[in-house]
Nanobody, 124 residues
Framework: QVQLVESGGGLVQAGGSLRLSCAAS????????MGWFRQAAGKDREFVAV????????HYADSVKGRFTISGDNAENTVYLQMNSLKPEDTAVYYC?????????????????WGQGTQVTVSS
């Protein structure tokens, strides 16, 4: 059974940094897409970043490009999201998700497995 467990969220001031972690277990993820999504209160879930587990391809939403970095550690089965220059509009629950990679990498509906989410709050 696939399990994704996020950690690293918290409260930070604008301009600060956080690193989110997503520990994956339950199967071999070698060619999977590992994505980060977020959902702010009262808004739809949105794509943030994605990486193919082998690291050969990654992609970011325009809103986070240049500020966020996604990476993976195969030995630890963990995907990270380094978030720098945080803004109040980055406040949301952040979710890690896994996909077999056979469909759109930015659509949440392509991801079969999801973590429980971690809250990120950026104060102004």
């Amino acid at each position: 059974q696939v399990q994704l467990v996020e950690s690293g969220g918290g409260l930070v001031q604008a301009g600060g940094s956080l690193r989110l972690s997503c520990a994956a277990s339950g199967r071999t993820f070698s060619n999977y897409l590992m994505g980060w999504f977020r959902q702010a209160a009262g808004k739809d879930r949105e794509f943030v970043a994605v990486i193919r587990w082998n690291g050969e391809w990654l992609h970011y939403a325009d809103s986070v490009k240049g500020r966020f970095t996604i990476s993976g550690d195969n030995a630890e089965n963990t995907v990270y999201l380094q978030m720098n220059s945080l803004k109040p509009e980055d406040t949301a629950v952040y979710y890690c998700a896994a996909s077999t990679g056979l469909a759109s990498a930015v659509a949440g509906t392509s991801y079969a497995w999801w973590g429980q989410g971690t809250q990120v709050t950026v104060s102004s």
